[in-house]
């Protein structure tokens, strides 16, 4: 599959690129400058030689990908996802965005925003786009280092089919399942779950992030090669 990645020359992005290009898709690497995009693109593909990477614009690339993951900073939504909701119609669409404040006493969760999380925010500006809220909580670190993060990514969206597209494309990564956790309603505590993992981690170090302990009839984890 083509996946376009907005924001990929980030922490997240390139860590996102790099796994799901290990298990046979194309990334576009999305960037607001072709310069940064293709400085990542060449940097991903020495990371991972077999890895197709297509630098290009965040339009360009929201217009190439089949699906398309948000992966920028949350006060970059307003002025980034209206010139690409036209190409995002119809697409699933994921988001990692967290927004998140840091204080004296550890990361906090922003509450005030312009809609109830990040992820309806930019379900707003791409209203015809089927929005997923995924992969917020895992290490970007780990990820770009291709070390299996031993995870579970809880999945909200409206669509059920956009949740299930999502399940499938995280047994690419390895160490991980995800699990379908019901409508975008309740995105915000997914994102606001990182604010905790970042607390536990400098409260206790490592990199922490989420298991889901006691189902029955949920799929295992992708093995960790
Ligand atoms: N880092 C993690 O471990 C981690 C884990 C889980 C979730 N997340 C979430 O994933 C998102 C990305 O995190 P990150 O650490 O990868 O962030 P980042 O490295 O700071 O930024 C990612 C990319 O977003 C683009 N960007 C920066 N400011 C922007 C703006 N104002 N408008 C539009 N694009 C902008 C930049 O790409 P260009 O300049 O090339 O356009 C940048 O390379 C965040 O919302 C974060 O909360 C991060």
């Known amino acids: 599959m083509k996946i376009a990645i907005f924001g990929g020359t980030g922490d997240l992005g390139r860590g996102l690129a790099i796994t799901f290009a290990a298990a046979g898709h194309e990334i576009v690497v999305g960037s607001r400058s072709q310069e940064r995009a293709d400085q990542a693109a060449a940097g991903l593909k020495e990371g991972y030689p077999e890895g197709t990477f297509i ?17 920028i900073p949350y006060e970059g939504i307003e002025s980034t996802i209206p010139p690409l909701a036209e190409h ?12 998140l404040k840091f204080g004296k006493s550890g990361a906090m969760a922003v509450l005030d925003l312009p809609a109830p999380s990040c992820a309806h925010q930019i379900q707003d500006l791409a209203p015809e786009a089927k929005v997923v809220v995924a992969y917020n909580n895992l290490p970007a670190a780990a990820l770009q280092e291709r070390h ?49 993992i970042i607390n536990l981690n400098k409260r206790y170090g490592g990199e922490a992030s989420i298991a889901i302990s006691g189902l029955e009839n949920a799929p295992e984890r992708t093995p960790s090669h």
């Open 55 to 71: 630098p290009m614009e965040n339009a360009a690339a929201a217009a190439a990908g089949e699906i398309a993951v948000v992966s």
């Open 88 to 99: 995002l119609a119809g697409k699933v669409v994921v988001t990692v965005v967290n927004a």
């Open 148 to 196: 299996p993060v031993d995870s579970d990514v809880l999945v909200c969206g409206k669509s059920r089919e956009a949740r299930e597209a999502v399940v499938e494309l995280t047994t690419a990564i390895p160490g991980c399942r995800a699990l379908d956790a019901g409508p975008l309603a309740n995105a915000l505590i997914i994102e606001g779950m990182t604010a905790l």
